[in-house]
Nanobody, 125 residues
Framework: VQLQASGGGLVQAGGSLRLSCAAS????????LGWFRQATGKEREFVAG????????FYAESVKGRFTISRDNVKSTLYLQMNSLQPEDTAVYYC???????????????????WGQGTQVTVSS
């Protein structure tokens, strides 16, 4: 499956953005989906994840209460609604998919099988 992320941009602190990740060459059926981000000079970090067949999302502590992950299985699209954005949220955001991943590996980039190309989010102060 190929993933295409979109929706990034420049926003002022306190603003909102919604990222999308569309699948092609397949569907999201059976996949765990997630969002990661990578700021300049830093390692890629887990942001949010949503397992197949489980409606309970997982979030990094830094985004809890501000970001919401959701998926539309009919459209094979993953979303990340980001509210109350802060300058520290500035990064390239990547969507990811995993066919089989255990819960303890959700935050481990190497455990994910497919990646989108990334979309830049810049939050100005």
């Amino acid at each position: 499956v190929q993933l295409q992320a979109s929706g990034g941009g420049l926003v002022q602190a306190g603003g909102s953005l919604r990222l999308s990740c569309a699948a092609s060459g397949g569907t999201f059926s059976g996949y765990t989906l997630g969002w990661f981000r990578q700021a300049t000079g830093k390692e890629r970090e887990f942001v949010a994840g949503l397992r197949w067949g489980n409606s309970n999302p997982f979030y990094a502590e830094s985004v809890k209460g501000r970001f919401t992950i959701s998926r539309d299985n009919v459209k094979s699209t993953l979303y990340l609604q980001m509210n109350s954005l802060q300058p520290e949220d500035t990064a390239v955001y990547y969507c990811a998919a995993a066919r089989s991943i255990i819960l303890s590996n959700l935050r481990v980039p190497a455990a994910w099988n497919y990646w989108g190309q990334g979309t830049q989010v810049t939050v100005s102060s």
